[in-house]
């Protein structure tokens, strides 16, 4: 599982270890947001209506799922238990709040968490992608400081600084020789300290 805070940099990370490891099987979440310009629905998300997804959670068709922001995130069960029956290694790329749900139905799986280098790093960002008002911006900013709060929960981390690197760590941890990127290092602490202040 690959979590992190709204502009870290995840999904461009998560689209370039699936290059580096097709092996991998890639967990295409459901959501309740509108597709962005390049975003296909089947490809990057399954895109539903809110009743469709409450519906789906009603049913417990979810391995995980949570609100944020204004829109609804989830993992499909069938799809990942599916996945994993058949032997492969399964990609789930989500929030906090998913993650802490799986790590309790799947306690074997590994999780990951990306941090931007800096605050000012995180904002620029999220004004790259000129898609969200300046409002949404600082919403985003301020709920990103909180989800950062959760760092501590995952096994390894990863600063995506650099994003070649960032990309190798990844890597090596899906690889299993990520010892270096446990979570527990102290320039780990050293940096979350200067993100949360």
Not at 28 to 44: A, F, H, K, L, W
Request: net charge negative; hydrophobic share 40%; with cysteine.
């Amino acid at each position: 599982m690959i979590a992190a805070p709204s502009g870290a940099g995840k999904t461009s990370l998560v689209h370039a270890l699936m290059k580096r490891m097709p092996q991998l099987k890639f967990s295409i979440s459901y959501t309740t947001r509108r597709p962005r310009e390049n975003e296909r629905n089947g490809q990057d998300y399954f895109f539903v209506e809110r009743a469709v997804f409450d519906r789906m959670v009603a049913n417990g068709e979810f391995l995980e799922y949570a609100q944020v922001f204004d829109n609804c995130y989830g993992t499909s069960r069938a799809q990942v238990e599916e996945m994993l029956a058949n032997g492969h290694n399964v990609l789930l790329e989500i929030d906090w709040q998913g993650a802490r749900q799986v790590r309790s139905a799947l306690p074997e799986c590994r999780t990951i968490f990306i941090l931007p280098p800096s605050r000012e790093a995180l904002e620029q960002r999220l004004r790259a992608r000129a898609t969200d008002s300046d409002e949404v911006i600082a919403r985003r900013l301020r709920d990103s400081i909180s989800d950062m709060s959760h760092w501590h929960e995952f096994d390894y981390v990863v600063v995506n600084d650099d994003f070649e690197r960032a990309t190798a760590d990844l890597e090596a941890i899906a690889s299993g020789a990520g010892e270096h990127l446990k979570a527990d290092r102290p320039e780990v602490r050293d940096l979350v300290s200067k993100l949360l202040s």
